[in-house]
């Protein structure tokens, strides 16, 4: 059974540090892209951070970068979030994905239920 549980999401005052934690289990972890999202209500998933497969290549969307950074640890199968320099405008439900390519135009998508950060004074 696939299971992707977030975790560390909290209340935080603007310009406040949260750390992350997405377990997985029941898939092949070190095998597929691993990547955060957010979302506000009545908004689209927003897609925030992504740790490739293979060499761990790191990449942002550019509302975060320089202040997020996403790393795994795929003895754990576990992806992580620090999230630095919080701002109110980061406040969301974060959502943990893990995707994986199995045909050139099909991809294996698996979702958290994600974890709650808000950012507040």
């Known amino acids: 059974q696939v299971r992707l549980v977030e975790s560390g999401g909290d209340l935080v005052q603007p310009g406040g540090s949260l750390r992350l934690s997405c377990a997985a289990s029941g898939f092949a972890f070190s095998a597929y892209r691993m990547s955060w999202y957010r979302q506000t209500p009545g908004n689209e998933r927003e897609w925030v951070a992504s740790s490739s497969s293979g060499d761990s290549t790191t990449t942002y969307a550019d509302s975060v970068k320089g202040r997020f950074t996403i790393s795994r640890d795929n003895a754990k199968n576990t992806v992580y979030l620090q999230m630095n320099s919080l701002k109110e405008e980061d406040t969301a439900v974060y959502i943990c994905?893990?995707?994986?390519?199995?045909?050139?135009?099909?991809?294996?998508?698996?979702w958290g239920q994600g974890t709650q950060v808000t950012v507040s004074s």
């Open positions: 994905n893990a995707r994986r390519r199995v045909r050139p135009e099909q991809f294996t998508d698996y």
